[in-house]
């Protein structure tokens, strides 16, 4: 009698960029460190209670690898040409890496031109999500409330502020300035003056790579969402914890489900994104402001991968997530479980 047959494990290469040598040339911010091995770690706790994986990493050198994988490439040189090799050795890739400076857009086309499935998003929801002008016309086109936004460059052009005086009413005369492919609170600055706004633009010919958007008041929040297809479905709602300190926000931590007097608003919120976006696949991560004033919610920005939110997700809806995810990604015939809606404090 034949021994059973063993499959195989497939070769899973989970890429969390600052943590996995992306900056392996730069200076280490200590923050962005925390937030990558806690997005990481999470999901790798997550990925190894299935079977069926052989998980793989990258590390920068001057980090250690984490105590959950096995097999860990050390980066200390070109991450670029490290990932390349990973994408050569591997079945499947699970990538979180920023928007700025094109990162998420250039390491994903990667992964689509390669023989590797891809557990993410395809071309033109990772196009939208990491160009904010581009997410502004995607979201005004859905007649999905949004904040309004102007390029740089014609902000600049504007030199009586004819367009900024028009939206004034709605920003109370404070002004948002944020990097076209910006992640997170990164590189965002708030004006109280135009006048200082259009130098600063200016200095450097920042405008080039900025938009500017009034300042919106209310609370800060975000959903954590599956698509596929089209559809869409709400995993949690989040409150975010962002201090503006000086003229910059910094964002020091999320209570997952802190939101959960909008899960009906925002689970509407989630389908008409999904239907914005038809090749979402996956996880995605939607920053909101709830104007309690005016009861409307504006869509900030979409992230086409895993967000913070996501270290707290397990323990919030008392599933794993990654099962869930590659379900959905999976089955066309996909049915949402049942969520708990626990509170959970992530800090950051």
Partial sequence: ?????????????VCEFITGGGLCAEALPASLVKEGALMRDALLADLIELDGYEIVTTHDARLAASPLVKSSLQVDSSFEDSFKRMLTQVDLVWLIAPESNGTLLKLSEMCYESDVIYLGCEFDSTLIGTSKSLAYEALDEAKIFTIPTIAGDDFVQ??????????????HSRWVAKPEDGAGCDGIKVFDDLQKLMTWLKQGDRYLNYIIQPYQQGIAASLSMLCRAGKGWLLSCNKQHISLNSDMFNLTGITVNGMQAYWQRFETLARKIAKMLPDAAGYIGVDVIVDVESDKIYVVEINPRLTSSYVGLREAIGHNPVKIILESIKDSKFTMPVLQRNVVDVSL
Avoid at 1 to 13: A, Q, T
Avoid at 159 to 169: C, I, N, P, R, Y
């Fill in 1 to 13: 009698m034949e021994p059973p047959k063993v499959e195989p494990l497939l070769k899973l290469f």
């Fill in 158 to 171: 504007d030199t009586d502020f004819t367009v900024a005086k028009s939206l004034q009413a709605l920003s």
